[in-house]
């Protein structure tokens, strides 16, 4: 059984970082595509970021040039490095895993086969 574990979470003061991680059992990450989404209060989730089996990666607008996901298939662990955070990006973090799918439903929620059971960031003004 395939499972998800994000970490990393917190609470920062706009302009900060965080660092999230997805620590996977169960399967290989590198036959997998990964994405990042979010979910804040009262709102869909939504993705953030998708990293492909072959490297290509994706980004929503609302976070390119601040975030950056990277994955090391070594140690079947995922990430997404955000800097100069903003309270608008306060929401519930998870990460995805999916084993079939290409860019266009990258930030497809129902895509996505495998859930991890999220990480909250909180950014303050």
């Known amino acids: 059984q395939v499972l998800l574990v994000e970490s990393g979470g917190g609470s920062v003061q706009a302009g900060g970082s965080l660092r999230l991680s997805c620590a996977g059992n169960g399967y290989t990450y590198s036959n997998y595509n990964m994405g990042w989404f979010r979910q804040a209060p009262g709102k869909q989730r939504e993705g953030v970021a998708a990293?492909?089996?072959?490297?290509?990666?994706r980004y929503a607008d609302s976070v390119k040039g601040r975030f950056t996901i990277s994955k090391d298939n070594a140690e079947n662990t995922l990430y997404l490095e955000m800097n100069s955070l903003k309270p608008g990006d306060t929401a519930m973090y998870y990460c995805?895993?999916?084993?079939?799918?290409?860019?266009?439903?990258?930030?497809?929620?129902?895509?996505?086969?495998?859930w991890g059971q999220g990480t909250q960031v909180t950014v303050s003004s």
């Open positions: 990293i492909f089996r072959e490297g290509g990666v």
């Open positions: 995805a895993a999916r084993e079939t799918g290409g860019w266009s439903s990258s930030f497809s929620v129902p895509s996505y086969n495998y």
